[in-house]
């Protein structure tokens, strides 16, 4: 059985237990994450940012903007949010979007999409899409430069991420310069090797992810919604994969990386060993954590400086 490294294990003793995810409990645990979600102005604190809430036009999707002051001809990030497809907001990922604001002068819009089991598919991926198109369409007003966008987020987000990523390609746009998924939730089998052995190991097991995966789908299934099964994998943007070693993602997620290959798209992958899901949030100052921001953030730079 594949041991969590120590330090990251050390990190995963401290964390509070609560409710399982079922119907009953989901609007307890929305409610529990949402309360714990920072709002831009703490997120940001005394840096030399800017945000502000967007509505796209005729829709019902809200994006936050965060950039630099005086952004211009910047890169962007397009950030969609984790929680099994069926969990949080917009501002979950906050602290690493502006940290990635920061570091790399990223012109950043992160998208609120509308949940399962209320919102089954392609509710959520047709936000994200909407949300992607507003964004490159603001291109000059934004202070960014169309050319050099990049679709990311974790879990949920990342499997989202990955779906745009297919879908934009198919629809003719926008373009991408790269996808950055983060131990993303593609598969909904959910009958892998790790997916087994990691069912209760964790802060994201086998069963609420098929949870998650059935309130998504709801009897129906796409590669956009579950992008494992896409039977396509040629003329997608440059794509970061991370996962942990020792949760149920590892094993879809390293498939995935191998068809990318396959299919003559550049792909990076990293397993992190003994990692389990979510371990940059759970133990930021973990020596893992370190060596996984550093691969992020060299790939970000050799991708959106070629872009």
């Known amino acids: 059985m594949t041991a969590f490294d120590p330090e990251l294990a050390g990190a995963l003793e401290g964390l509070p237990t609560g409710p399982s995810l079922s119907a009953d409990s989901l609007a307890g645990i929305r409610q529990a994450m949402a309360d714990?979600?920072?709002?831009?102005?703490?997120?940001?604190?005394?840096?030399?940012?800017?945000?502000?809430?967007?509505?796209?036009?005729?829709?019902?999707?809200?994006?936050?903007?965060?950039?630099?002051r005086d952004a211009r001809n910047a890169p962007g990030f397009y950030n969609i949010h984790g929680g099994g497809m069926v969990l949080d907001d917009r501002f979950a990922d906050l602290p690493r979007m502006v940290a990635l604001v920061e570091e790399f002068g990223f012109v950043a819009v992160t998208v609120d999409y509308r949940l399962a089991p209320e919102h089954p598919h392609?509710?959520?991926?047709?936000?994200?899409?909407?949300?992607?198109?507003?964004?490159?369409?603001?291109a000059a007003e934004l202070g960014f430069d169309p050319g050099r966008v990049i679709v990311g987020?974790?879990?949920?987000?990342?499997?989202?991420?990955?779906?745009?990523?297919?879908?934009?390609?198919?629809?003719?746009?926008?373009?991408?310069?790269?996808?950055?998924?983060?131990?993303?939730m593609i598969?909904?089998?959910?009958?892998?090797?790790?997916?087994?052995?990691?069912?209760?190991?964790?802060?994201?097991?086998?069963?609420?992810?098929?949870?998650?995966?059935?309130?998504?789908?709801?009897?129906q299934t796409s590669p956009y919604a579950v992008p494992a099964t896409a039977e396509d994998l040629t003329g997608l943007p440059p794509a970061f994969i991370e996962v942990g070693a020792a949760e149920i993602f590892r094993d879809e997620d390293v498939d995935y990386a191998r068809r990318l290959?396959?299919?003559?798209?550049?792909?990076?992958?990293?397993?992190?060993?003994?990692a389990y899901h979510g371990f940059d949030r759970i133990a930021p100052d973990s020596e893992v954590t370190r060596a996984a921001l550093a691969a992020r953030a060299s790939w970000l730079r050799r991708t959106i400086g070629r872009a």
């Open 36 to 68: 714990g979600n920072l709002t831009c102005a703490e997120a940001i604190g005394d840096r030399d940012l800017v945000w502000e809430d967007r509505r796209v036009p005729g829709t019902d999707v809200v994006v936050t903007v965060v950039k630099p």
């Open 187 to 219: 598969d909904s089998r959910n009958d892998s090797a790790s997916t087994v052995e990691f069912a209760e190991r964790g802060v994201w097991g086998r069963e609420a992810n098929g949870f998650g995966w059935r309130s998504l789908l709801n009897g």
């Open 122 to 138: 392609p509710a959520p991926i047709e936000d994200c899409y909407t949300g992607l198109t507003w964004m490159v369409e603001h």
């Open 261 to 274: 290959w396959q299919a003559g798209v550049p792909t990076e992958l990293h397993v992190w060993a003994g």
């Open 153 to 184: 987020g974790g879990s949920a987000g990342g499997g989202l991420s990955a779906g745009i990523a297919l879908l934009a390609r198919d629809r003719g746009g926008p373009a991408l310069a790269g996808q950055l998924l983060l131990c993303p």
